[in-house]
């Protein structure tokens, strides 16, 4: 190597060596940040949405496999229907006392019975119901529950004695059935219905 060549190699490390120096100076003067690992990879939608079908189908097999005596009875009823709520023998008394008011007068009302009150009031909350013939303790329950529309609208207010007319006054220990009209129903044909059986209809008598 020539004198020339040594001292070439000389200076470039001192170069190098200088840069090294500079380096580690502007290292502790301006240090950079921690490593920070990257996030994890996001769940896929997909995997979501299959994980959410995994949870529902259980839900989605019991609602098709149901018996239908679980879910709600939807009437087959059609047009005006006035309900009479007793037993069976009651039901018939009635039955065979409006029905003749009712041809005679050309009207359209079928006369169904419910024994149970409960079964009635899922009814009329479906609005499947115009006119009831009831027992009073039954009408006062509805009538406690704003269920009840007066029977006659020339009366002011809806009080009770306007909301349920008793076929007869109340005695101990019998039953008191009477007229009554739901909320939920046709009131003007009920109230006509009413009308025409308190005008032409021979009072009922058990």
Not at 7 to 24: D, F, G, M
Not at 73 to 91: H, K, P, R
Not at 146 to 153: V, Y
């Amino acid at each position: 190597m020539s004198y020339r060549d040594h001292l070439e190699a000389q200076k470039k490390y001192i170069r190098t060596k200088k840069e090294a120096r500079e380096a580690k100076k502007e290292r502790e003067q301006n240090p950079r940040p921690p490593r920070i690992d990257p996030p994890p990879s996001s769940i896929s939608p997909w995997l979501v949405t299959a994980m959410a079908f995994l949870l529902l189908l259980p839900m989605l097999t019991l609602l098709f496999i149901l018996p239908r005596t679980l879910l709600p009875a939807q009437s087959t009823l059609d047009g005006l229907v006035i309900w009479i709520q007793g037993t069976d023998g009651e039901f018939l008394d009635m039955k065979n006392w409006l029905e003749p008011e009712i041809l005679a007068n050309g009207l359209q009302w079928t006369v169904a019975h419910a024994t149970d009150r409960y079964d009635l009031v899922d009814m009329l909350r479906a609005g499947d119901g115009d006119l009831l013939i009831i027992e009073e303790t039954f009408a006062q329950e509805l009538y406690r529950g704003q269920a009840l529309a007066p029977l006659m609208d020339k009366l002011e207010g809806s009080t009770w004695e306007n909301c349920f007319i008793p076929f007869w006054e109340s005695r101990p220990f019998h039953k008191t059935y009477g007229w009554a009209i739901p909320v939920t129903g046709n009131v003007d044909d009920a109230r006509h219905l009413f009308t025409v059986m308190r005008q032409f209809g021979l009072p009922f008598s058990p």
